[in-house]
Structures are given as C-alpha cells and as structure tokens.
C-alpha cells in the first residue's frame, strides 16, 4: 500500500527551464512534506518542507506547493541548472499517534538537467 | 563537520554472519532512525529512537536489532545474514519534523 506516489519516474529539462516534480499521496493524516535530493551513493540532502496549514513555501530557486483538497505536492526548480541532476524524493510525515516522526517515501523521480 | 556519519561505507559479507553497522550524529539532535532502501530503491523506514528509547519498530524481523548507547549513536546489529537483506541502510537524525540522512552503508549478502 503505497501512501505516498512519485508517478513520474524520469523528466528531462533544458537549463533554465522550470522543473516540476510531482507527488500524490493518500494518507489525508499526513500533515508536513519534504523533498529529498539524492546523489548516487549520498544520502538523501533535505531540501525544502511544506506544513499542512501552507499551500507554497519558496526558498531561494525551490517552491514547494501543496494542494491538500487534491492530495497533491509540486516541487518547482527555476531557473534549473546541471547540478540539479539528482533523484529527488517526496516524503510525508505525520500520520499521527505512534506514527510521529517516520517518514514515508516515494519512489523518486530521476531530474535531468541538460545544458 | 559531519553532521551524521555512517561506518562502513560498504559492507560484503557471507549468509549467516552476524555484522553491526554504526551511526552518529553531532547536530545535538533527540530522535535518531535507520531506513532501508531495497532494490527498487524505495525508503522504508525501520527504527527509531528518542533519547535512547525505541519508538518505532515497522515490523522489522527481530534478527535485527538496534542500539543506542546515548543520544548521538544509533547502531544496527543483524545476525544471522540472509540475501534478502543485501540494501543500502541509512541512519538519519531529525530536528523537530525534518530529517537529516548519512551517507548510507552498502550491505551486499553473498
């Protein structure tokens, strides 16, 4: 039962563009998100987080915007550059009572950047 | 200045060892957790700790055992190693809600 849903697993973008990675989840328990970027054999480098109560978080290059009628988050990267190429992960967290503090994941979208 | 640090990088082992893979944290942080990405590199979470006390436990085969001597280290014992368990595990550390990942040690169970 997968609770948190990267449906895309690959975008390709040019430089400068915007990159939008998605991310559906089904748990309307969970009420705080991240994105994740993951560079081979790193570990995952948090990048930006969204409160149930928000619906856009901005930070620097990187918005985050949440639509929770919809169960849906949206990461936007502009302009994009090469060294965003990574995996990046949705996570959701806070599913309430013993569930405090796990984080569930998506299975990731692959983001190439090419110059 | 590593914030959260993993040893070894890389493990290779035969079935049936028994190996430890150790986890600190220097961020100061209460809450500390392994997760195990699987082949189709999904995230799963499989402990965690607050102040050296388990929190969660996702229904992880009791071969696994975690420990945590004090708030900073959390380390993940497995006996008996089966191929199913070859993954990369990472340890991460959370203040408040966000959560911050080492580098991950890569098990390989031959």
Redesign the interface.
């Known amino acids: 039962d997968q609770q948190v849903k990267q449906n895309s697993p690959s975008l390709s973008v040019q430089e400068g563009r915007i990159s939008i990675l998605n991310c559906d989840y089904t748990n309307s328990m969970f009420d705080y998100f991240l994105w994740y970027k993951k560079y081979p054999a790193e570990g995952p480098t948090f990048l930006i987080s969204i409160s149930s109560i928000k619906d856009k978080n901005e930070d620097g290059r990187f918005t985050v915007f949440l639509n929770k009628s919809a169960k849906h988050l949206s990461l936007h990267i502009v302009p994009s550059q090469p060294g965003d190429s990574a995996v990046y992960f949705c996570a959701a967290s806070g599913a309430g009572g013993t569930s405090y503090g796990k984080l569930t994941f998506g299975q990731g979208t692959i983001l190439t950047v090419h110059p | 200045d590593t914030a959260?640090s993993q040893t070894p990088k890389y493990l290779v082992t035969q079935m049936g060892n028994d190996k430890s893979i150790k986890c600190e944290q220097n961020l100061g942080h209460d809450?500390m957790?392994w997760?195990k990405q699987d082949s189709?590199?999904?995230?799963?979470?499989m402990f965690?700790y607050?102040n050296k006390e388990l929190?969660?436990n996702?229904t992880v085969p009791n071969r696994f055992s975690p420990k945590s001597p004090d708030k900073a280290h959390l380390n993940l014992h497995i006996n008996s190693l089966e191929l199913g368990d070859s993954a990369v595990y990472?340890c991460?550390s959370?203040y408040q809600?966000?959560?911050?990942?080492?580098?991950?040690t890569r098990l390989l169970v031959l």
């Open positions: 959260v809450t957790y997760y189709k590199k999904f995230l799963k979470i965690s607050n929190i969660i996702e990472f991460a959370s809600e966000t959560q911050y990942f080492g580098p991950g």
